[in-house]
Antibody, heavy 122, light 107 residues
Framework: QMLLVQSGAEVKKTGSSVKVSCKSS????????LHWVRQAPGQPLEWLGW??????????NYAQRFRDRVTITRDRSKISSHMELSSLTSDDTAMYYC?????????????WGQGSMVIVSS | EILLTQSPGSLSLSPGERAILSCRAS???????LAWYQQIPGQAPRLLIF???NRATGIPDRFSGSGSGTDFTLTISRLEPEDFAVYYC?????????FGQGTRLEI
């Protein structure tokens, strides 16, 4: 079964950037939409954006409130995706998840990474 | 943007009882694009239901989903100890993708 394994916890300074990775065990990962979702402590889930499969040229779509700060990429050979968030503030302290979508953009998220904790402090 | 409002915010029940969780959308949505997730503290969410009423792989049949238009429901017919968690509804039919604020199911 495909697994999504994320990078470890990060502690960042206010104003800096963080890059979180999500790696799969199977090449089929490259042919599914990949989403990034975050969850601040005690808060609900919040969608950040998605990236399309390679056969759709890895296009991206971001939530409006993150559009100027988030970049999602994917690496075909490493069967992975990265999410970079810039201009960090304490409000960005959260668990960040990658989640597998479907072949199309309108699919539920049937597999999740274990999460990567990002702590932002001054 | 489709806003999802879940009720109640928390629910206290006992094993063996039935739980009914509600999710109301801010406008009519297609039932094709409504899902439910379970999140146990310290773990990633797990897909339970997609397309309003379809159970994901490996999900027991005590979990069922229903609804249409703006009102959707997740029912857990006979609560097991491992069902006590937070449940989120999720709309994925348009951008931005949105989640409800969650219902905490407590023993």
């Amino acid at each position: 079964q495909m697994l999504l394994v994320q990078s470890g916890a990060e502690v960042k300074k206010t104003g800096s950037s963080v890059k979180v990775s999500c790696k799969s065990s199977e090449y089929a990962f490259n042919y599914r939409y990949l989403h990034w979702v975050r969850q601040a402590p005690g808060q609900p889930l919040e969608w950040l954006g998605w990236i399309t499969p390679f056969n759709e040229n890895s296009k991206t779509n971001y939530a409006q409130r993150f559009r100027d700060r988030v970049t999602i990429t994917r690496d075909r050979s490493k069967i992975s995706s990265h999410m970079e968030l810039s201009s960090l503030t304490s409000d960005d302290t959260a668990m960040y998840y990658c989640a597998r979508g479907g072949i199309g953009d309108r699919s539920a998220f049937d597999m999740w990474g274990q999460g990567s904790m990002v702590i932002v402090s001054s | 943007e489709i806003l999802l409002t879940q009720s109640p915010g928390s629910l206290s029940l006992s094993p063996g009882e039935r739980a009914i969780l509600s999710c109301r959308a801010s406008q009519t949505i297609s039932d094709t694009y409504l899902a439910w997730y379970q999140q146990i503290p310290g773990q990633a969410p797990r897909l339970l239901i997609f397309g309003t009423s379809n159970r994901a792989t490996g999900i027991p049949d005590r979990f069922s989903g229903s609804g249409s238009g703006t009102d959707f429901t997740l029912t857990i017919s006979r609560l097991e100890p491992e069902d006590f968690a937070v449940y989120y509804c999720h709309h994925y039919g348009s951008s931005p993708i949105t989640f409800g604020q969650g219902t905490r199911l407590e023993i």
